[in-house]
């Protein structure tokens, strides 16, 4: 961390003697403009041209003013020394101890307002003092209570100048803190710093008001006010004079300050705010390394951290979803890329995924190429769905197709296959249901066994009815040492084997109606002289008219296989 900020700060001009000074050289600008309306405002308050009023108004608020900014200076300076500490290691470039680095981010947070509170302090002491001595150099034959009133005049003017001059210090020294702050937080987290002080938007607006708008028209109406009265013992064109330059000069001081503290007030506000936009059109471009840097603990501040804690998410989900997609590829590659063409029967399958991935399965292969006659049907259903499930099934799909390619019934295939799954998934609580079926072409004849599987279809299309083909077998990956029974039943032409998972039949539309298995044996009646690659279309084209317009809950699997010819024209 300390190296990061090391390699940005020591080419940063700001981070130079003359620069960081620049902060004292603000202090003494802002409080010799505290110190001019100090003066302006004493001197307009008396009869122009008493000598013990031109002293009042010169000599004794230069004298405070300067004494007290040199003490309150001193003090900052002592306030932030590990601050000036940190600095000067980064500079040489050493690491700083963490617990100095903890409080020199604390003390960057907090410099404005220590500054200020310093600031408002000297300046309140300083009207105490000139009210002091206005009460104690009174000129010579002025009644104790008119002294008195003049005392309170000049209190109330000089916390006037020091409202002024505190709130200088404040915006201009947080402008040039934020410009430096990410360099004490290369890492963000500038909004969970423990000890430091906010200043929240709606302060910061009210301030800005109360000094360009309430504070130079009150103070206007108050200076005209005391001149109306010197007309009672002063000529009144020379008063009115008075009054005509006094007003012009508080217009331009109140235009001054109006243009400086809000431009400061909108830099505060608009350059965070186009630094988001900015990185907002990166990100909408693609562009997930933008980011936004985090000047201030302020509620911009929280936006800004925020928003690069969402683009972080972004880039994680991004990355997250491109595994996904390639995880998604390799699965689909999984699944049969053609069908093999076996004379004298027509098959076809299907697997539509929910999520990027399932848990769904199905394979139609011939397992011994020697045997080019007999061929292996599969359909699966992984419980759940998702990635856990897309990596079952892939463990799955390679047992069997390693195990089928031996010797041995299709019993004994899924036994082994049970034996071996049940190891692999027996701490994660997954289980899968499987038909898993034998084809030989030339005696139509099909041996099966049903692991936990919802029973296969037979439809005759001579007669129009279904038969169930069922079977007696845990799910696997349950069990390791469960049993399965291979049942055998030969196949005639014109009849057709239809292989499903639930997510079709348990498929709900906005009515919360299932499409249920008498829909489907529907469909496959309406298209039995349809193809097999038909007879899918037709069912996986009413099941999307049916959800619509819901997301699938469900993965949904189907393969469709027809006898089309007489055993005899096989042989």
């Not at 209190?155 to 430096?180: D, N, P, Y």
């Not at 109406?221 to 000069?249: C, G, H, I, W």
């Not at 911009?300 to 928003?307: K, R």
Request: hydrophobic fraction near 45%; include cysteine; aromatic fraction near 8%.
């Amino acid at each position: 961390m300390t190296e990061n900020i090391l390699s940005v700060s020591i080419d940063n001009p700001l981070f130079c003697d003359c620069e960081w000074h620049s902060f004292n050289v603000l202090h003494v600008a802002a409080n010799a403009i505290g110190a001019g309306i100090c003066i302006f405002y004493f001197y307009h308050f008396e009869p122009s041209g008493h000598l013990p009023v031109l002293y009042d108004a010169f000599v004794i608020p230069a004298i405070i003013t300067i004494s007290l900014t040199m003490i309150g200076m001193r003090y900052q300076y002592q306030w932030q020394k590990s601050l000036m500490d940190y600095i000067h290691i980064l500079r040489k470039g050493q690491d700083a101890p963490l617990k100095l680095q903890i409080r020199a981010q604390r003390q960057i947070l907090n410099l404005p307002f220590i500054a200020t509170g310093i600031t408002l302090l000297m300046w309140g002491l300083a009207s105490l003092l000139m009210a002091v001595c206005r009460m104690s150099l009174h000129p010579e034959g002025e009644a104790f209570s008119e002294s008195i009133r003049h005392a309170v005049r000049i209190l109330g003017g000089t916390a006037l100048a020091g409202l002024v001059t505190s709130a200088v210090i404040l915006f201009t020294m947080e402008t040039q803190c934020r410009k430096i702050r990410p360099l004490f937080f290369p890492e963000g987290s500038m909004v969970k710093t423990i000890g430091a002080y906010q200043l929240k938007l709606r302060i910061r607006m009210l301030i800005t008001f109360f000094l360009t708008s309430i504070l130079p028209l009150g103070l206007m109406a108050l200076l005209s006010y005391n001149k109306t009265r010197m007309m009672a013992f002063m000529d009144p064109q020379e008063v009115l004079q008075s009054m005509l330059n006094l007003t012009m000069f508080l217009v331009v001081i109140g235009i001054s300050a109006s243009v400086v503290l809000s431009r400061q007030f909108a830099i505060s506000i608009v350059d965070p705010i186009r630094d988001i936009e900015k990185a907002m059109i990166c990100v909408e471009n693609g562009d997930l390394t933008a980011s936004v840097l985090v000047r201030s603990n302020d509620e911009l501040g929280v936006m800004a951290e925020n928003f690069n804690k969402m683009v972080d998410v972004l880039k994680e989900r991004s990355l997250i979803q491109q595994s996904l997609n390639m995880a998604m590829e390799v699965q689909q590659n999984l699944l049969p890329k053609s069908i093999p063409q076996i004379r004298g029967i027509d098959m076809a399958g299907a697997c539509f995924y929910c999520d990027e991935t399932g848990g769904d399965y199905f394979d139609i292969y011939v397992p011994d190429l020697s045997s080019p006659d007999r061929f292996s049907v599969v359909v699966g259903d992984v419980s759940d769905h998702g990635v856990p499930s897309a990596l079952v099934m892939t463990t799955a799909r390679a047992l069997l197709r390693m195990r089928s390619s031996m010797s041995g019934s299709a019993a004994q295939v899924i036994s082994d296959v049970n034996r071996q799954l049940s190891r692999d998934v027996e701490d994660s609580g997954q289980f899968m249901t499987l038909f898993y079926g034998e084809l030989d072409r030339a005696s139509l004849q099909l041996r099966w066994v049903n692991a936990g599987h919802d029973p296969a279809f037979l439809f005759d299309t001579h007669t129009g009815q279904f038969q169930e083909l069922k079977g007696k077998g845990m799910a696997l990956g349950v069990f390791d040492d469960s049993v399965y029974v291979q049942s055998e039943r030969g196949l005639l032409p014109g009849q057709s084997l239809i292989i499903g998972t639930d997510g079709i039949w348990e498929m709900h539309n906005r009515e919360g109606e299932m499409f249920g298995k008498d829909r489907l044996k529907d469909i496959i009646r309406d298209h039995a002289e349809s193809s097999a690659a038909e007879i899918v279309q037709n069912i996986m084209s009413d099941l999307e008219q049916f959800h619509y317009p819901l997301k699938k809950e469900d993965d949904v699997t189907l393969v469709v296989i027809k006898i089309i010819h007489e055993q005899t024209e096989m042989r």
